[in-house]
Nanobody
Framework: QVQLGESGGGLVQAGDSLRLSCAAS????????MAWFRQTPGKERAIVAY????????YYTDSVKGRFTISRDNAKNTVYLQMNNLRPEDTAVYYC??????????????????WGQGTPVTVSS
């Protein structure tokens, strides 16, 4: 049974940093395309970043480029999202996702097979 468990969210001030973690069980993160999405009330889940299984290719949505970094620790079977210089508009529930194959574009939620339960991030101004 595949499980993705996010942690690390919280309430911070603008300009602060947070590191989100996604601990995986039932799959090996180095063999999956891994991603972080975020969602705010009334809006669809939106891509933040993804890392292809080869780890040589990453993607970031424009609004987080230069501030967020996706990475993974194969030994811990965990994916991270380092978020620096947080802004109020980064406030959302952040979800970890995993895709075994690229059947749909990795920038869309439909491209992923497994999801975590989400961790909330609130950035105050």
């Amino acid at each position: 049974q595949v499980q993705l468990g996010e942690s690390g969210g919280g309430l911070v001030q603008a300009g602060d940093s947070l590191r989100l973690s996604c601990a995986a069980s039932g799959l090996t993160v180095s063999s999956y395309h891994m991603a972080w999405f975020r969602q705010t009330p009334g809006k669809e889940r939106a891509i933040v970043a993804y890392m292809r299984w080869s780890a040589g290719s990453t993607y970031y949505t424009d609004s987080v480029k230069g501030r967020f970094t996706i990475s993974r620790d194969n030994a811990k079977n965990t994916v991270y999202l380092q978020m620096n210089n947080l802004r109020p508009e980064d406030t959302a529930v952040y979800y970890c996702a995993a895709a075994r194959r690229i059947n749909r574009p990795l920038v869309t939620s439909a491209g992923y097979d497994y999801w975590g339960q989400g961790t909330p991030v609130t950035v105050s101004s």
